[in-house]
């Protein structure tokens, strides 16, 4: 079983409407989530950040925590051509600081 | 955000030479860096946890002899691919934390294709 797992998509939605992407992961300790979104040819950058249970609201974006579910997402409202990009799910190895175990990614493409 | 620099962006190698990659972060001090690879369509591996002024971590299956990671200053860390192969060839990228943050900046990237 691979430790971040991430529906593959590639996801296609019209513009305006919500993208859901969705990670689960293996190791019960982690702590950290993150999301990333990288463009083609480009480094990851950085999306959100969800350390507890719940719902995380950043603008257009929700990150959503379910630990006992050991599961991650990522909602994006009112989606535009911009967003087209590949998500990535991070999720934090424990024992040392930030390292990161990555998803694949899932593709997102908005038309307009 | 933080902002951390890599040189060169891209690199082109004969197959037997050795290819240095530099990460910088320019407006904090890096305790930690992390080196990832990338090859097309797949995700990020981390391959190396450096922090300055000790030995480089290596993940299982990377070569610490022919990756060689020197974090020699809070702001620099260098991956040096020492007789670099075709298989070799790969998208690297740098990230770094500082501050108690886990959270991680990542650096632009660095293309190196060997002949």
């Known amino acids: 079983q691979k430790e971040v797992e991430q529906n593959s998509g590639p996801l296609s939605v019209p513009e305006g409407a919500i993208a859901s992407l969705n990670c689960t992961y293996s190791?019960?300790?982690?702590?950290?989530f993150f999301w990333y979104r990288q463009y083609s040819g480009k480094s990851p950058e950085l999306i959100m950040s969800?350390?507890?249970?719940g719902d995380k609201e950043d603008g257009r974006f929700t990150a959503q925590l379910n630990k006992a579910s050991q599961y991650v997402s990522l909602l994006i409202r009112d989606s535009q051509p911009s967003d087209s990009a590949t998500y990535l799910c991070?999720?934090?190895?424990?024992?040392?600081?930030?390292?990161?175990?990555f998803g694949r990614g899932t593709q997102l493409t908005v038309w307009p | 955000g933080a902002v951390v620099s890599q040189h060169p962006s891209r690199v082109i190698c004969k197959s037997g030479t050795s290819v240095k990659i530099e990460c910088r972060s320019l407006?904090?001090?890096?305790?930690?860096m992390f080196w990832y690879r990338q090859f097309p369509k797949q995700s990020l591996m981390l391959m190396a946890t450096?922090?300055?002024?000790?030995?480089?971590?290596?993940e299982q299956g990377v070569e610490k002899d022919k990756f060689l990671i020197n974090h020699a200053s809070l702001t620099l860390s260098t991956l040096t691919v020492t007789s670099a192969h075709p298989e070799d060839s790969s998208f690297y990228i740098c990230?770094?934390?500082?501050?108690?943050?886990?959270?991680?900046?990542f650096g632009p990237g660095t293309r190196l294709t060997v002949l």
């Open positions: 990230s770094a934390t500082g501050g108690g943050q886990d959270t991680q900046y």
């Open positions: 969800i350390y507890s249970n």
């Open positions: 450096s922090n300055e002024g000790s030995k480089a971590t290596y």
């Open positions: 407006d904090f001090q890096a305790t930690t």
């Open positions: 190791d019960r300790g982690s702590q950290s």
């Open positions: 991070a999720v934090d190895r424990g024992s040392t600081l930030g390292r990161l175990y």
